[in-house]
T-cell receptor, first 110, second 114 residues
């Protein structure tokens, strides 16, 4: 089993739709979780950290399920500008090492 | 200032060349990272520096040589690379090594080895 797994997609959704991505991780000792977005040929940019209690930032909601070892990202009212690859990131060895999932590609269609 | 800068943006080099990639941050971060990213793949960790000391080397071939001259700068020296080393090289920084802090990435150097 891979350390961090994501459905590669692509998810093609119409503008205004709600879309959700999941990411599963294998290391039960992992403590820190993040979502990044990466546009084509650009660097990853931090979208949000994922806290145990869940967190929300505008149209984006992230949740953590420790029992089932997955994190989720919900995007409401999708915009064309949300089209990107969404990378799940999990700490994987001490404090300094994180592992990236393979990413989920989102395409928002007019 | 929440920016990580990298130079050059693009680099083309032959297999016998020696070149260096540079990364700079002025956020007071004490951990800095080098990643390699191939097309349609996630970033792969290469090196981690904590408080200017190399703390993680992910079994990277010796033709890649990192250097941290001070807390704001990180270099990656390249020598005798192979065509399969062509990739996007990303630098990142985070607050420090004592907790898992968010990492902030530079725009990357797109390297082509001929």
């Amino acid at each position: 089993r891979k350390e961090v797994e994501q459905d590669p997609g692509p998810f093609n959704v119409p503008e205004g739709a709600t879309v959700a991505f999941n990411c599963t991780y294998s290391n039960s000792a992992s403590q820190s979780f993040f979502w990044y977005r990466q546009d084509c040929r650009k660097e990853p940019k931090l979208l949000m950290s994922v806290y145990s209690s869940g967190n929300e930032d505008g149209r984006f909601t992230a949740q953590l399920n420790r029992a089932s070892q997955y994190i989720s990202l919900l995007i409401r009212d999708s915009k064309l500008s949300d089209s990107a690859t969404y990378l799940c990131v999990v700490n994987s060895g001490g404090y300094q090492k994180v592992t990236f999932g393979t990413g989920t590609k989102l395409q928002v269609i007019p | 200032d929440t920016e990580v800068t990298q130079t050059p943006k693009h680099l083309v080099m032959g297999m016998t060349n020696k070149k260096s990639l540079k990364c700079e941050q002025h956020m007071g971060h004490r951990a800095m990272y080098w990643y390699k990213q191939k097309a349609k793949k996630p970033p792969e960790l290469m090196f981690v520096y904590s408080y200017e000391k190399l703390s993680i080397n992910e079994s990277v071939p010796s033709r890649f040589s990192p250097e941290c001259p001070n807390s704001s700068l990180l270099n990656l020296h390249l020598h005798a690379l192979q065509p399969e080393d062509s990739a996007l090289y990303l630098c990142a920084s985070s607050q420090g090594p004592s907790e898992v802090y968010e990492q902030f990435f530079g725009p990357g150097t797109r390297l082509t080895v001929l």
